[in-house]
């Protein structure tokens, strides 16, 4: 089983553009915001500061991201799916608020931003997706001034095997059909579970982090395993 080239992750996230938000509360039970809310605790975000919110999709973190930094600070999200991001734009709209966002196209493994342009980079369920993980977390080290945070809010695997049996029976058989009713599209969900296959688990996910040159590396469980949010810091300068 190999990851997705990133072209095929591109019409996938077209095509299920329509229905991605609201099939992230079904699929998650309702629990999606409540896992953003906690990156951003976790990301100890304030006013001033500038973000880039990696795999931005419909900029769901990224409105989250821009309410705590005003004023001063700016949001930019970068995204391979122009479609998501056009709904993105339309949801920043409708939203009414005065929002220091910016949206644009861009590759998670070639970010197009100068070195240490960013005080944090987020990506929220976007690096199971990537061919590279710590190419793209090593990007993300890239743009993020000394001292700043790189974090991601991703799928993982339970540790328990009674939750992992009942999690995988869940996500591995309902969710695509889940998928296929809502947006008659089942084979776009189906990658789903086949993409998880593929992901670290959240100790290997950490080792990547420091792989990726990120140190005082952190995760957090949530969901009974089922998601994890982790945390690294981009050295000081001197201290690599």
């Not at 419909?58 to 821009?66: F, I, N, P």
């Not at 700016?74 to 608020?97: F, H, P, Y």
């Amino acid at each position: 089983m190999e990851r997705l080239k990133e072209k095929d992750v591109t019409s996938l996230f077209d095509r299920i553009a329509p229905v991605y938000d609201p099939m992230n509360r079904v699929m998650t039970l309702g629990a999606y915001g409540l896992w953003q809310r906690a990156l951003m605790r976790r990301a100890t975000l304030a006013p001033g500061q500038k973000v880039l919110d990696v795999a931005t999709g419909t900029a769901d973190l990224a409105v989250l991201a821009a309410r705590r930094v005003v004023p001063g600070g700016e949001v930019t999200g970068c995204d391979l799916s122009a479609r998501m991001l056009a709904l993105g734009v339309q949801k920043i709209s409708r939203l009414g608020e005065a929002l220091p966002i910016r949206l644009q196209t861009g590759n998670a493994l070639a970010l197009p931003f100068p070195d240490q342009s960013f005080d944090r980079a987020l990506v929220g369920f976007g690096l199971r997706n990537m061919q590279n993980l710590v190419q793209a977390l090593s990007e993300m080290r890239r743009v993020v001034r000394p001292g700043g945070l790189v974090l991601s809010l991703e799928m993982s695997h339970p540790e328990h095997w009674l939750w992992a049996s009942c999690f995988h029976l869940y996500f591995d058989h309902l969710v695509p059909w889940l998928g296929a009713l809502a947006g008659r599209n089942k084979a776009a969900y189906e990658w789903l579970p086949r993409s998880l296959a593929l992901f670290p688990d959240r100790a290997t996910l950490s080792a990547l982090f420091e792989e990726a040159g990120l140190v005082n590396v952190q995760s957090w469980p949530m969901g009974f395993g089922a998601v994890a949010i982790h945390s690294g810091q981009v050295p000081e300068q001197g201290d690599d």
